[in-house]
């Protein structure tokens, strides 16, 4: 059974910095895309924030250009998104989507939250 688990999520003063990362594990298959989403609040359309293909193209929301990097380590199955300069409106639920095995199927981890508040 595959699992997709967030962490790094929590607190931040506007201005500040947080690193997330997204663990893939109980597969085989080899994992392609990597995205990560955010929703914020709860009912509203998740957006997507930035994806990391397997050979490390990466493409950002444009509120994020600048200020976020995505990045993956393929041996660990393991994706990150440093945060920077944080904003009052980054505050959110962030999610991890990864696409693995030959039909590409979509699997998500259950969210980190982020708040950047003072």
């Known amino acids: 059974q595959v699992q997709v688990v967030e962490s790094g999520g929590g607190l931040v003063q506007p201005g500040g910095s947080l690193r997330l990362s997204c663990a893939v594990s109980?597969?085989?298959?080899?994992?392609?895309?990597m995205t990560w989403y955010r929703q914020a609040p709860p009912g509203k359309q998740r957006e997507l924030v930035a994806?990391?293909?397997?050979?490390?193209?990466?493409s950002y929301t444009d509120s994020v250009k600048g200020r976020f990097t995505v990045s993956r380590d393929n041996a660990k199955n393991t994706m990150y998104l440093q945060m920077n300069s944080l904003k009052p409106e980054d505050t959110a639920v962030y999610y991890c989507?990864?696409?693995?095995?030959?039909?590409?199927?979509?699997?998500w981890g259950q969210g980190t939250q982020v708040t950047v508040s003072s």
């Open positions: 989507n990864v696409q693995r095995g030959p039909f590409r199927n979509n699997s």
């Open positions: 109980g597969t085989s298959f080899t994992i392609y895309d």
């Open positions: 994806t990391i293909t397997r050979g490390g193209s990466t």
